[in-house]
T-cell receptor, first 113, second 114 residues
């Protein structure tokens, strides 16, 4: 079965600084990979997803992620963080059906003024 | 506006009581899901439904029950058999059950035990 690890529980960055959130997955075949964002007390919103093709994926709100098969990683990046990006970020890996999706434990992002 | 609604936002359960969480979607999606979210554990799948009148257990179905009598509705009942129900519950839907499909999430219900 697939699994996903987000090594960083909490990250703090200054507003305007660059951001990279790490995600490592375990799956025998080509995975379907997702990044979701959750604001406090809210549901999750999809930032971007990767199925195949170009390994650099662009998403909403200026986020991008790069799929690296050799490292089993799908790290999320943003060149310049805004205070409104403060939230919890979840990486997820899917298999055949959506009921097989596995979520990481999440990384909480704090943005310093 | 199309989307997923969950109610109530907060729910309190007394010992031995069953409670039902509502989930409604007007996206015309076939598949619906219930997740439980605990701090530091991410989301875990409770039940899912690929189509009306059908549902399957997820990873942590014990102490929960669901029904899918209408396409737009997928209520979750937390029974008295669920000994640790305090959590944030998220409902989601997707056009089809396929893993390429984006899951759309509702705003969640926080369940607390009195």
């Amino acid at each position: 079965a697939q699994s996903v690890t987000q090594p960083d529980i909490h990250i703090t960055v200054s507003e305007g600084a660059s951001l990279e959130l790490r995600c490592n997955y375990s799956y025998g075949a080509t995975p379907y990979l997702f990044w979701y964002v959750q604001s406090p007390g809210q549901g999750l919103q999809l930032l971007l997803k990767y199925f195949s093709g170009d390994t650099l994926v662009q998403g909403i709100k200026g986020f991008e992620a790069e799929f690296k098969r050799s490292q089993s990683s799908f790290n999320l990046r943003k060149p310049s963080v805004h205070w409104s990006d403060a939230a919890e970020y979840f990486c997820a890996v899917g298999a055949y059906n959506n009921n097989d999706m596995r979520f990481g434990a999440g990384t909480r992002l704090t943005v310093k003024p | 506006d199309g989307g997923i609604t969950q109610s109530p936002k907060y729910l309190f359960r007394k010992e031995g009581q069953n409670v039902t969480l509502s989930c409604e979607q007007n996206l015309n999606h076939d598949a619906m899901y219930w997740y439980r979210q605990d701090p530091g554990q991410g989301l875990r799948l409770i039940y899912y439904s690929q189509i009306v009148n059908d549902f399957q257990k997820g990873d942590i179905a014990e102490g929960y029950s669901v029904s899918r009598e209408k396409k737009e509705s997928f209520p979750l009942t937390v029974t008295s058999a669920q000994k640790n129900p305090t959590a944030f519950y998220l409902c989601a839907s997707s056009i089809t059950p396929g893993s390429r499909e984006t899951q759309y999430f509702g705003p969640g219900t926080r369940l607390l035990v009195l």
